[in-house]
């Protein structure tokens, strides 16, 4: 990696009341940041900085007050992505102390959405839309208890269109919280496309004040500007919420980043939303930030930032131990097996239509949206509008394939997907990102939760693949032959290992990798199936020979193979990629009809947010600890 250089927080008293200047220093170290974690937010950051800035130094009181004094001003960011330019933020206000910035996206760092176990954080973000409504909540509470200080709640123009936002203006105006400012970070672009192109928004302005809100209009990175419209806010009634629309540029202060140069270099595609940028680019991009920030500050100090003291790649492993390395990620991409299948479906069966909720990039079916626009509709940021949409595209004979992040669609639309079912309708649900890895976003983008969500459900089958051929063949199972709805679990991220199956999947069966006289352990998808080949393969070294079977089919089972492949064993463990209820552990005690010891292996507690060998580490899911967890287990199991 090449070298890295951080502003350190006593630079920032010598900037002064230069609030483009803070925010230019504040978008160095962000830079740097991400940079250091190998992924994380730029864009979004980098639009919401002036923003930031002119909040914290000079609008609220919390930088005076403190950030546990009742009578302070709170403000957090809704769309919670742009949060590492808050802690660059923060870092220079000197809340959040270095060693700690250069770890975000790491174990015991900064999580890669906002965690209010950080200093300076008010809240915590998830699925879009939230936090207005959580905002409300503060400011209607400030008021009740006699307390001073406004409640400002960033939001992104795309996040606009998650319908929570309209009933919180709805229910502000109505219950007149007037200490409820929002602030639109109105950038134009969501993801990687134009946020007209997505989803317009219309006269934005006009349907604000149309749902009772004071509107101010300004430019986001015009510091006079915005100082007149806080001020019109404060002066405004004090019954009324107040909203700035705030003109930005996503990926401001970098010419190759902001996003009119950037669309088109990307021919009409924004690639600087997500993801760390390569030396080269991030070479570029810290000397233009530095050069300008010199024209104002010229002997301004840089620190060099210390070696990581472990590789930082989201996508690497560790060595295992015992005397042996892991194997090294693989190109393979069930994401994109997925997304290629998807594509000869939809040219096979005119029936099907894909649904995409603003993700067509990570869930891989911009293919479907290219060379067939008539088959792919994109709804925007609205995952139970998406899928009550698909209900109804069902009840006219349509086979519609939903996609979204795991952790929003089976979630957010739970009720929308029960009523679907309800209506004996097929669905095919794309359930992406599902699982702990990668870990470094956070609580908010980890789905450890969905399958006891739509396990719970009639007529949904579960499935999660184990590499790129039993994605490509369940997904043709779930088009071609499926009598009900189904869920596909999909890694997001590279397979630690390709994974040789002997076979096409069979209802409800599993798939033995490794056979030993051992104990019997069962996993799904690439990231756990890799983990459980690593524990065998430890314990074989201590003369343990685990048996390994990959288990796709998550709440349907081949009764016939339950009772001969796992009635018959005393005890069984499960490495859940999931929370140890509501798993396939749960699914398998449930079929059984012996006396066999089911025990799961899962994320237990809140999942971890770092490096996916950091995060698997954390849980003991890693496949040494997992050896050492079944010895245990084992010794146990002897001695009673």
């Known amino acids: 990696m090449t070298e890295l250089r951080l502003i350190p927080p006593e630079e920032f008293e010598r900037a002064g009341d230069d609030l483009g200047l803070l925010a230019d220093m504040c978008r160095a170290n962000a830079l740097v940041a991400v940079k250091r974690a190998g992924s994380g937010h730029l864009g979004s950051s980098f639009s919401a900085l002036d923003i930031v800035v002119h909040l914290l130094w000079r609008e609220l009181n919390v930088a005076e007050l403190g950030w546990e004094h009742p009578d302070r001003d709170v403000f957090f960011s809704s769309k919670g992505h742009d949060v590492p330019g808050l802690y660059a933020a923060l870092n220079a206000l000197g809340v959040i102390p270095t060693e700690r910035l250069l770890r975000l996206r790491r174990l015991g760092g900064l999580d890669g959405h906002p965690d209010v176990g950080v200093p300076g954080i008010e809240a915590n973000s998830g699925s879009l839309g939230m936090g207005l409504s959580k905002g409300r909540g503060m400011a209607w509470a400030k008021r009740h208890l006699g307390r001073g200080g406004v409640v400002v709640v960033m939001t992104g123009d795309g996040e606009l269109q998650e319908g929570q936002n309209w009933e919180a203006f709805a229910s502000a105006a109505h219950q007149g919280v007037g200490n409820l400012w929002a602030i639109v970070d109105r950038n134009e672009l969501q993801s990687d496309r134009p946020t007209e192109e997505i989803l317009g928004l219309g006269d934005l302005e006009a349907k604000l004040r149309a749902f009772g809100c004071h509107v101010e209009v300004a430019d986001g990175h015009d510091h006079d500007a915005l100082a007149a419209a806080f001020a019109a806010m404060r002066a405004a009634r004090d019954h009324v919420p107040k909203v700035l629309v705030a003109n930005t540029i996503k990926g401001r202060g970098v010419s190759f980043m902001e996003h009119p140069i950037a669309l088109r270099e990307g021919g009409g595609t924004y690639r600087w939303h997500a993801g760390a940028p390569d030396d080269e680019s991030f070479t570029r991009a810290h000397d233009e930030l530095v050069e300008r920030i010199r024209q104002r500050l010229p002997e301004v100090k840089l620190e060099p930032v210390p070696p990581l003291d472990e590789r930082v790649s989201l996508e690497g492993e560790p060595e295992s131990g015992a005397g042996m390395r ?245 005890e069984v463990f499960v490495l859940e990629d999931h929370a140890p209820v509501g798993g396939l552990a749960d699914g398998l005690r449930r079929a059984l009809d012996t006396h066999t010891r089911v025990t799961a292996f899962g994320v237990e507690g809140w999942p971890a947010c770092g490096t996916p060998p950091e995060a698997l580490r954390a849980h003991e899911l890693d496949g040494v600890s997992l050896a050492v967890r079944i010895e245990r287990a084992l010794a146990v199991a002897v001695e009673t």
């Open 326 to 570: 892991r194997a090294a990620v693989s190109d393979e991409y069930v994401a994109a097996a997925y997304g290629e299948e998807l594509l000869r479906l939809v040219e096979e069966h005119p029936e099907l239509v894909v649904l995409d909720a603003d993700l067509a990039s990570d869930c891989r079916v911009r293919g479907i949206e290219l060379e067939q626009p008539s088959r792919f509709i994109e709804v925007g940021i609205a995952e139970q509008d998406m899928v009550s949409m698909a209900a109804g595209l069902a009840r006219q004979g349509l086979l519609p394939v939903v996609n979204s992040f795991a952790s929003f669609l089976a979630s957010r639309a739970n009720e929308q997907i029960y009523n679907q079912a309800s209506e004996r309708t097929k669905v095919v649900y794309a359930l992406h990102y599902a699982g702990l890895i990668p870990a470094g976003p956070g609580k908010s983008h980890q789905s450890v939760r969905d399958i006891s969500l739509l396990g719970a459900l009639p007529n949904v089958t579960i499935v999660q693949p184990t590499n790129a051929e039993e994605t490509r063949a369940l997904l043709r199972w779930a088009v071609e032959d499926a009598d009900e709805s189904v869920a596909v679990r999909l890694a997001i991220g590279p397979s630690p290992r390709r994974v040789e199956l002997d076979s096409a999947p069979v209802f409800g069966r599993g798939t033995t990798l490794r056979e030993g006289d051992g104990p019997t352990l069962l996993a799904y998808g690439p990231v756990m199936v890799h983990e459980a080949l690593v524990a065998a393969e430890t314990l074989a070294l201590r003369g343990v020979q685990l048996r390994v079977v990959a288990m796709p089919w998550l709440n349907r089972f081949d009764t016939e193979w339950i009772a001969e492949e796992i009635g018959t064993l005393e």
